[in-house]
């Protein structure tokens, strides 16, 4: 299983960016995905995910309103629409695919099985 991040890029402040996550092989139709970021120096943080039916999302604090994370099961893709970028926002943001098994997705990254190699996100003032 092989996750292909796009999307990323430089931006100011106020600005939009798409990011996109293409999966390669079987193991996402069933299985909760995700969005995490990590800032230099800093934790890995969560973002945004989504069950795999694509009908519960849960967000970080910090994202209010400002994210909107889909997929699409027939293309392998999971998504995050991100509006109204703050300089805090820069990070690199990851996708992943979790281990399966479960209705509704988890926060937390020891509970994903499969990463993508990141796509930096940055935001100016």
């Known amino acids: 299983v092989q996750l292909q991040a796009s999307g990323g890029g430089s931006v100011q402040a106020g600005g939009s960016l798409t990011l996109s996550c293409e999966v390669s092989?079987?193991?996402?139709?069933?299985?909760?995905a995700g969005w995490f970021r990590q800032a230099p120096g800093k934790d890995r943080e969560f973002v945004a995910v989504?069950?795999?039916?694509?009908?519960?999302?849960y967000y970080g604090d910090f994202v209010k309103g400002r994210f909107l994370i889909f997929r699409d099961n027939a293309k392998n893709t999971v998504s995050l629409r991100m509006n109204g970028l703050k300089p805090e926002d820069s990070a690199v943001y990851l996708c992943?695919?979790?281990?399966?098994?479960?209705?509704?997705?988890?926060?937390?990254?020891?509970?994903?099985?499969?990463w993508g190699q990141g796509t930096q996100v940055t935001v100016s003032s």
């Open positions: 992943a695919v979790g281990f399966g098994g479960s209705r509704y997705p988890s926060t937390k990254d020891r509970m994903y099985e499969y």
């Open positions: 989504i069950s795999w039916t694509g009908d519960v999302a």
């Open positions: 092989g079987s193991a996402f139709g069933n299985r909760a």
